[in-house]
């Protein structure tokens, strides 16, 4: 499952270009040219993923296809990884404790791990996704 959310961007009637995501009512964003739309899209994603998993709410997955007139929009990469671990763990029913014991370590780093706002390794993420039986995959795309 690819982690990128469609876009829809409107210019409004002050000319500014307003962001809204169909699979995330609550995010709404905007921007005074493309480029700064794309990077408050980007931001705005992020901060609805993290509140998401941080309040253990569902994550709309897998993402909506594209419409036309919008676009895909990724999170962060180290929030792409979190929120993969997050949908894999209520995928396959795998709780904090038993993400604990997979990965041979105390409840206290599987609840950083867990942490939206903990920074943590990639690696370690990685090793992560792996033990509740996923793979994350990074996808490169060129404008």
């Known amino acids: 499952m690819r982690i990128a959310y469609p876009a829809k961007f409107e210019t409004d009637e ?3 270009i307003l962001v809204t995501f169909r699979d995330l009512p609550e995010a709404v ?6 480029e700064e739309a794309r990077k408050e899209a980007v931001d705005l994603l992020d901060s609805a993923l993290m509140f998401r998993m941080k309040y ?3 994550t709309p997955t897998p993402p909506s296809k594209a419409r036309k007139g919008e676009e895909f929009i990724a999170p962060d990469t180290s929030v792409a990884m979190k929120i993969a671990l997050y949908i894999a763990m209520r995928d ?3 709780t904090a404790a038993e993400l604990s014991r997979r990965l041979n370590v105390d ?3 599987a609840q950083r791990i867990l942490n939206p706002y903990h920074a943590t390794k990639t690696a370690r993420m990685s090793e992560a996704i792996e033990a509740t039986g996923s793979h994350a995959v990074i996808e490169l795309q060129t404008r």
């Open 92 to 94: 396959h029913g795998i």
């Open 14 to 16: 002050d000319g500014r």
């Open 56 to 58: 253990r709410e569902d």
């Open 107 to 109: 409840n206290r780093e």
């Open 29 to 34: 964003t905007d921007g005074a040219t493309m």
